[in-house]
C-alpha cells in the first residue's frame, strides 16, 4: 500500500516568519526516514501505513510544542493506495511520459 500525505503545519502564534518552525518540521520528516518531497507550500510524505503517516504527523506536532507553540495550524490531505508504491516519484514519471520533463 502507498499513503501519500500532503502536509502543511506552522505555528499561528509566534513570528510572522515560519519558516525557523517549519525547518524543524521538516527535520522531523527527514529523521523518519520516509520519501518525502519539500514544496513552497506544503511537504508530501509517502508511506506505507497510513499509522506510520498518522505517527510523523504526531511527531510534528509534538517537536512545535516542544518549541513553545500553543497554537498550530495544519493541512492535511491523504491519497491511499493499496497494491502501489513509490508513487511519490511514479506519478510525476506519469506525466513527464506523456508531456515531457516538467519545470522543477
Known amino acids: 500500500m502507498s499513503v ?14 515560519k519558516s525557523e518552525y517549519v525547518a524543524q518540521v521538516i527535520k522531523v520528516i527527514r ?3 520516509f520519501s518525502y ?4 507550500m506544503a511537504t508530501i510524505i509517502e508511506t506505507q501505513k497510513m499509522s506510520e503517516a ?5 511527531q510534528c506536532y509534538e517537536k512545535l510544542e516542544e ?6 495550524y495544519s493541512t492535511l490531505t491523504f491519497d491511499i493506495r493499496k497494491n502501489h508504491e513509490n508513487r511519490l516519484v511514479r506519478k510525476i514519471e506519469s506525466i513527464e511520459s506523456k508531456i515531457g520533463k516538467v519545470a522543477k
Do not use: K, W, Y
Not at 501519500?4 to 516568519?17: G, R, W
Not at 518531497?37 to 513552497?40: C, D, E, G, K, R
Not at 498518522?54 to 504526531?58: A, E, F, T
Open 4 to 17: 501519500l500525505v500532503q502536509m502543511a503545519m506552522f505555528p499561528t502564534d509566534q513570528s510572522e516568519s
Open 31 to 33: 529523521e523518519s526516514g
Open 37 to 40: 518531497q519539500l514544496t513552497s
Open 54 to 58: 498518522l505517527g510523523v504527523i504526531q
Open 67 to 72: 518549541l513553545g507553540c500553543n497554537r498550530v
